[in-house]
């Protein structure tokens, strides 16, 4: 039986338009609408007078002029990075030219503990090195607002979530939406650390989450535990294709996504690949290393 995730997709929002969402918070979506970015980036601005970025977004010069007009009588004191890939983190340099303002993220774009040597997945923005290297439990002191670093690798190896003290809400970046489960695309994308970000935020008490596609979650715990539950299933799912003699993933994806478009079959490979990588690192499943979708894959007790 699938795991039902409480999936929300309305809301109400207009492209190059800063808005109010929270006593402390605003935001501003760039128009880059895809099947990766939903809506498309949610820039935020946190404060007022003195604020933080997080997630400048893509290079759209339309998206840029927008946001440093919307705060122009303001200044951009702090820009922190969820993440470095292409939707998120290359206005960075736009902004900080304009305002002097320093950024902040886990490291450079990384290259992920498998397959190193080969090419790291697409979409990253290898240009972006943050200023500031900030690290898990870190502390950044705004005017009026106090931010929480909050790692969270498993989508990027170096993700960050940050948690504002003030509403107790958390930005998730890309570890937690609202509408789609997170891409966890090897080798920089890493399962067994998603899982175990996931548990962290279990551990936590914030009240909202602010993704930077889609709206706020509210009710979150329910949410990270349907995500946890969603690739448990997944795991088991794959157990079940390799007892039934099943040893290569694109043999075991049409079995696993009946519903899926076959069109979105090769992206569903790599999916199952991470999922495969969690069980190679439990001892549940080995394989002839480095592993790809065209790997055969056992049961370790075989
Ligand atoms: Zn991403």
């Not at 808005?19 to 990766?36: D, H, I, K």
């Not at 200023?131 to 705004?142: A, P, T, V």
């Not at 075991?252 to 996504?257: L, R």
Request: with cysteine; proline share 7%.
């Amino acid at each position: 039986m699938a795991v039902a995730i409480p999936y929300v997709y309305e809301y109400e929002f207009a492209y190059a338009t800063l808005e109010t969402v929270s006593p402390l918070v605003r935001r501003m979506t760039a128009r880059n609408p895809s099947g990766f970015t939903f809506n498309g980036t949610g820039t935020y601005v946190i404060g007022h007078g003195n604020v933080a970025v997080v997630d400048p977004g893509p290079m759209i010069d339309e998206h840029i002029a927008a946001l440093s007009d919307a705060l122009a009588g303001e200044t951009i004191t702090h820009i922190l990075i969820t993440h470095t890939h292409m939707d998120h983190s290359p206005a960075a340099a736009p902004l900080k030219q304009l305002w002097q303002a320093p950024t902040y993220g886990y490291g450079p774009h990384g290259a992920g503990k498998i397959a190193s040597g080969t090419p790291i997945e697409e979409g990253g923005d290898m240009d972006f090195v943050p200023d500031h290297l900030i690290q898990d439990g870190q502390m950044i002191e705004g005017d009026g607002w106090t931010v929480e670093c909050v790692y969270t690798p498993g989508h990027t190896s170096n993700h960050m979530c940050f948690a504002l003290k003030e509403e107790k809400a958390l930005f998730t970046g890309d570890h937690v939406m609202g509408w789609s489960t997170s891409v966890i695309g090897p080798p920089d994308g890493d399962m067994t650390a998603y899982m175990e970000s996931l548990e962290k935020l279990q551990r936590r008490d914030d009240q909202v989450y602010w993704p930077t596609h889609g709206t706020a979650i509210r009710d979150v715990q329910p949410f990270v535990q349907a995500f946890i539950d969603h690739r448990l299933e997944r795991e088991q799912q794959i157990l079940a294709c390799l007892n039934d003699g099943l040893t290569r993933i694109p043999d075991m994806v049409p079995v696993m996504y009946t519903t899926t478009d076959p069109r979105m079959f090769p992206a569903a490979e790599r999916s199952v690949l991470s999922a495969m990588i969690r069980l190679i690192d439990q001892g549940t499943v080995s394989s002839t290393l480095p592993v790809s979708t065209a790997s055969d894959f056992l049961l370790t007790s075989d």
